[in-house]
């Protein structure tokens, strides 16, 4: 359904400049860490944190780089591929660029950083994946922009569910746990926790290991059954499972870039 034509990741404190933006295709941006500054139509965008920027074609726009301090970001630059493809999305049909704050911060950023890796390993099919992540990506902000902003008291849950999972992620946690949590029902809690997410509670849970196991795995001395019944996996074939869909790759891998075995 698109065109990618690249994808890359940019971090640190860049110098102080002022960086134009290509205006020949869509760019979306994403800021993972910290805020960035954006030029256009004659105004200054600041994104943060979880916010995602769009510009359409045809919109001249700028990062005002080394203004916002440390940060994090990803940028996709994109078009579709007929103008068919785009008069499906409403988002892609918009002449004015749309700045949104998701609630759903862990699937967009899932789905950008296996566009990443994809992007940069160049395995065999790997534009037709880019292409097939990106428009569940545009799918999945279009619905959300759809519905417009949440109820307060819907946030207010969303987030007291999340801090419980934060604290207890290593063990076996229920939409009964949720539903108590907030005072609602189990099958309130659970319907409420994947419309503002887009993952069920199983799905969460285990990224959010995922994501411990790949900084244990390279940064601590830990063998994978020791990370495996670390995060709550008592059988460590299906721990090796689970993180080889999320991530993408086997812990082996890790490991070895962790020992220097899997570096030239």
């Not at 059988?235 to 993180?243: A, G, H, I, M």
Request: proline residues 5%; aromatic residues 8%.
């Amino acid at each position: 359904m698109f065109h990618i034509f690249e994808i890359s990741q940019d971090r640190g404190i860049p110098a102080r400049e002022r960086r134009p933006i290509g205006s020949d295709c869509y760019t979306l941006i994403w800021v993972r860490f910290g805020q960035c500054n954006y030029e256009y139509r004659g105004s200054i965008a600041l994104c943060r944190k979880n916010e995602l920027l769009l510009i359409p074609a045809g919109v001249p726009a700028a990062e005002l780089r080394g203004a916002g301090g440390i940060r994090e970001s990803i940028t996709v630059r994109f078009s579709p591929a007929s103008s068919g493809a785009a008069g499906l999305l409403p988002l892609l049909a918009r002449r004015e660029p749309l700045r949104w704050m998701t609630h759903m911060p862990e699937l967009l950023l899932d789905k950008l950083l296996q566009l990443a890796e994809h992007w940069s390993e160049r395995d065999p099919y790997f534009s037709v994946m880019c292409g097939a992540l990106l428009t569940e990506l545009i799918v999945t902000v279009n619905r959300e922009v759809d519905e417009g902003e949440q109820a307060p008291s819907s946030i207010r849950h969303i987030e007291r569910m999340k801090h419980y999972i934060e604290d207890q992620y290593r063990s076996h946690i229920t939409k009964v746990e949720l539903g108590a949590c907030i005072g609602v029902s189990p099958n309130y809690a659970a319907a409420l926790f994947r419309k503002m997410t887009g993952l069920t509670i199983s799905e969460y849970v285990h990224l959010k290991r995922m994501k411990t196991a790949q900084y244990m795995l390279l940064h601590s001395q830990l063998s994978v059954q020791d990370i495996s019944e670390h995060l709550g996996y008592s059988d460590p074939s299906y721990f090796n499972r689970v993180f080889k869909r999320i991530v993408g790759k086997l812990p082996s891998v890790l490991l070895a870039e962790r020992d220097g075995t899997g570096r030239e």
